[in-house]
């Protein structure tokens, strides 16, 4: 069986990690490169089980550098480029990495696969935070970009270029917009597993502002799942919302997390508000489901499934945030107490 030739940057990462690990168990014709530059969110332990499966390929390497990403992008057949800096925090208190990694870093893949002969899919891996905040109603794809943070805007500009090279040069991109993810091994700065992990603690939990921020959750499965099926079923040129259909507030995502874990609701410990924070992101996903994708997932089961990861995995979780004696407090404390 010939093998297809797939480039995965990124997939060290929180959902590029279940890519590669859901991809190489469904596709027993992938070969799978991961092109990683390992920065403080991407780690080896993510693949700890598929590092050396014979159908994977791992290079520690940065997509700016066009010397390594560019011949890897040229080989491919299929690109998933998830890399990219990731915290809205950290693109607040510091924006530089997140314009040369997420915009700088995938026009250098782009010019790449301007050059590639046998690619036949270039799935730019963009967000729905490139909407910005939506009061009511869901965002479409043909919805205007109002991204109103660092971390959205370079997400936006490469949303939007990759889309040119389409247009421009006939790249076969297909954009996707995911709503928040959740799942295993994400990093302990997000919201589920730092609150997670703090709760098993028993350490505060540190929730912005009144709490009432709504985000739309989406297992990092069913996320898998729906780029399978672009991979194969989408169309060059388009974009597709990917959402998992869960509208929670913050605060009431809070109060389940800390019931499933039996910890007392005193641990929320309201903090100043993240400056410019999204009230709420909500996505239509009829042009997804109108290609037989529907998530598989339902909240109630996967956030209780996570946590439970979360709780049985501390080898995973413990060294990253004992690693940093600033961790705790840093995060706890980042926009100071209300
Ligand atoms: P993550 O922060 O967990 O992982 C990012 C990965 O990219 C890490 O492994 C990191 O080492 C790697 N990386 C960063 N800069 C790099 C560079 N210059 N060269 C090579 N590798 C580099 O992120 P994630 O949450 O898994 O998100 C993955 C993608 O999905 C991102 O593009 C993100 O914008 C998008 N997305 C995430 C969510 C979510 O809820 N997590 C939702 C929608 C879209
Ligand atoms: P986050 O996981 O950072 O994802 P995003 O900003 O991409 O949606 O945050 C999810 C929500 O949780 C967001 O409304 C901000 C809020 N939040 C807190 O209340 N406290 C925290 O410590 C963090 C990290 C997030």
Not at 61 to 67: E, K, N, R, S, T
Not at 84 to 99: C, P, Q, Y
Request: glycine share 8%; charged share 25%.
């Amino acid at each position: 069986m010939s093998s297809v030739n797939v480039l995965v940057t990124g997939g060290a990462g929180f959902i590029g990690s279940n890519f590669v690990r859901s991809a190489l168990g469904r596709h027993p014709d992938w070969h799978v490169t991961t092109l990683d530059k390992l920065t403080y969110a991407g780690r080896r332990e993510n693949l700890h089980d598929v590092m050396d499966h014979p159908r994977h390929t791992f290079v520690h390497g940065d997509i700016l550098d066009g010397a390594t990403s560019g011949p890897l992008v040229e080989r491919a057949e299929v690109v998933v480029h998830f890399a990219a800096e990731t915290h809205v925090d950290r693109s607040i208190l510091a924006a530089g990495d997140f314009i040369r990694t997420d915009v700088e870093g995938t026009f250098v893949l782009l010019e790449a696969a301007r050059r590639a002969r046998s690619l036949r899919r270039f799935i730019q891996i963009s967000t729905d935070e490139v909407y910005g905040s939506v009061a009511s109603g869901a965002s479409r794809e043909t919805d205007e970009l109002r991204p109103r943070n660092p971390y959205a805007a370079s997400k936006a500009g490469a949303d939007r270029l990759a889309y040119s090279y389409w247009a421009t040069y006939d790249v076969p991109v297909i954009v996707t917009r995911a709503s928040n993810n959740y799942g295993p091994y994400q990093f302990p700065e997000k919201v589920i597993p730092l609150f997670v992990t703090n709760a098993i603690d028993d350490i505060p939990v540190p929730l912005y502002g009144d709490g009432r921020n709504v985000r739309d959750w989406l297992h990092a499965e069913d996320h898998c799942r729906a780029l399978d099926l672009l991979i194969d079923a989408g169309a060059s040129g388009e974009v597709y919302n990917i959402g998992g259909g869960n509208e929670v507030m913050n605060v009431d995502l809070t109060h389940r997390i800390l019931s499933h874990l039996g910890r007392p609701a005193s641990l929320i410990t309201p903090v100043a508000d993240r400056p410019g924070h999204d009230r709420r992101y909500c996505l239509d996903t009829s042009k997804l489901r109108g290609l037989g994708w529907t998530p598989q997932v339902p909240f109630e089961r996967g956030l209780g499934d996570i946590i439970d990861w979360y709780a049985a995995n501390e080898w995973w979780w413990r060294p990253i945030k004992e690693s940093d004696p600033a961790f705790r407090a840093y995060y706890r404390t980042q926009y100071g107490s209300r």
